[in-house]
Every structure is written in C-alpha cells, then in structure tokens.
C-alpha cells in the first residue's frame, strides 16, 4: 500500500476508535486473508517484494474499519477455497466473483466491486469472438476462475489452455503461443494491454457480465457458516463506502467507478476512447 492511503486509513481508524491506543488494541485479534500477488492492477508483488494494489488496499481498509490486524497468505487462485475450508485462512480478498456455483462451497460477502469480461487478441488477428471463430484455437484462460468456465461451455470448440496465474497467459499470449485470452476487462487493459508485452494487442468481440458465468461483482469468500465475520466485512465495506476511503483507494487505480454495474460500460469507453488515440 502507499503511503499516503497507509496514513489515510490509519488516521480514519484512530477518528473513528478513539484514539491510537484503542487501534493499538484492537490489532490483537488477527484475521488471515488469502490473496494472490499476480492480478495486477488488484493483487501484486512489487519491486521491493511487497503486495500492493487494489485488493490489498481494499483490505487493509476494512482490517482497519473492523480493528483487526490483517494478516495475508498468498496462495494461487486455484487454491483459495480449498485453503479457507481446511481453515489456513479466514477470508479471501482477490477478486473472487461472487457466483451462484461458488455459493455451494463458501459464503461471500457483499460485492466490493464489478468489473466484465473480454477476449484479447494480436492486432491483426482475424479470429472472432465466435465458438465457429474460435474453433480449434488455442484459448488462454486462468484455471478455476469464471473465465475458466465460460470459455469451457461457451467455445467448446476452441484448444483451451489453462494456467494457475493470469501472467503466465499473458507470457504466452505474447510469445504467441496461444491466439487468444479471455479474462477481467479492467485486468486485461492494466495488467497487459498497457505494458510494453501487450502494446500489439487488443480487445475483441463484445463484452461480457451474464450473472451465470460472471455473477454479481467481487466479493470476500468466507467458510460457510462464518455468519459473524461476514456481517463485520459487509459493515465495514458499507462504512469505507460512506466515509470516502474507499474512493480514494479507487482512484489511485482507476479513472470510473469500479463498484457500481456502470462499470462495464465506463470501462469500455475508457478502453474505445485509448484505442482511438
């Protein structure tokens, strides 16, 4: 986290609690929050070997709003529901898509935002957003995401390629050794497009937000059950909504309202409107 937000809600939290000895107090019970390191712009390692990002931001907040010390374990998507049932976590914080199948196995909270869906292909490319266009394609997709299980029923046709971390499809995507990804909108541009890797690519086809493959936004999976610890999260994601910390986490990292369903379609004008340029 940088250091202007870290002072940010530090300072909210000594307001709202009574003073730095009540915060000092309140760290004693710790909350053990998986997150990923490698979804950038949401979860990252940076140059120095720390987690930065939008995640990371977002938790730290509401550790702070809830006078719990965060305590994070990275851990690879795939593993994250797994890990919060077998109790190695409590929570998880990584863009984990709120989703009616997930629901069988965990519990989430309230959204914390919504972001769609998009292929990504070279410039150049004649391939379509189609199951005939993508026929015996090779598609790159993170494994157990919501991406995973729309290309899988969708583009049945298509070579699907799957990879625990998302830049491990954005390496191959470049070297060309898959002709397309499908992933978050909002990751895609970020964590891609706009880096010297992605700079011959683009989007392609329409966008994508069905709630039965990409549900209601990201929310904070819990154990089943956990009934208490969501009721914290969601009143402290209520809270850092209303006291305005968590704008100013958002707009460090984007230019549009990510929380809200107008999302899809702030981002793809800001996605249009830089592909004119």
């Known amino acids: 986290m940088n250091v202007f937000l870290r002072g940010l809600i530090v300072a909210a939290s000594v307001v709202l609690f009574g003073g730095p000895a009540a915060f000092a107090n309140a760290q004693a019970k ?3 929050l998986g997150v990923e390191g490698a979804y950038p712009p949401f979860s990252e390692i940076d140059k120095g070997g720390q987690l930065k990002g939008f995640d990371i931001d977002i938790a730290n907040a509401l550790c702070a709003q809830m006078k719990v010390e965060c305590v994070f374990v990275q851990l690879a998507f795939d593993g994250m529901i797994p890990a919060l049932n077998s109790r190695k976590i409590d929570a998880v914080v990584a863009s984990m898509s709120i989703t009616d199948e997930r629901k069988k196995a965990v519990e989430f909270t309230d959204k ?3 972001t769609p869906a998009r292929f990504v292909v ?7 957003a189609t199951a005939a ?4 394609k090779r598609v790159g997709v993170q494994r157990s995401t919501i991406h995973d299980r729309f290309v899988g029923e969708n583009f049945k046709s298509a070579d699907i390629v799957r990879y625990t971390k998302q830049d491990e499809v954005f390496l191959d995507l470049a070297s060309g050794r ?6 978050d909108m909002i990751a895609a541009q970020v964590g891609f497009l706009k880096t ?3 700079k011959n690519f683009h989007f392609v086809g329409p966008v994508y937000d069905d709630p039965k493959y990409f549900g209601y936004g990201a929310g904070i999976a819990l154990r089943k059950g956990d009934n208490s610890l969501r009721e914290d999260f969601n009143k402290a994601i209520a809270a850092i909504r209303a006291n305005g910390i968590y704008k ?3 707009d460090v990292y984007f230019d549009f309202d ?5 999302a899809a379609t702030a981002a793809a004008a800001v996605t249009n409107a830089a592909a004119k340029k």
């Open 196 to 198: 010297p890797q992605g």
């Open 30 to 32: 710790k909350v053990r």
């Open 112 to 114: 914390y935002y919504k």
């Open 258 to 262: 990510v929380y809200g369903a107008a």
């Open 248 to 250: 100013k986490i958002q």
């Open 122 to 128: 070279k410039q150049g490319s004649t391939l379509e």
């Open 178 to 183: 898959v002709d397309a990804a499908v992933l």
């Open 133 to 136: 266009g993508l026929k015996g």
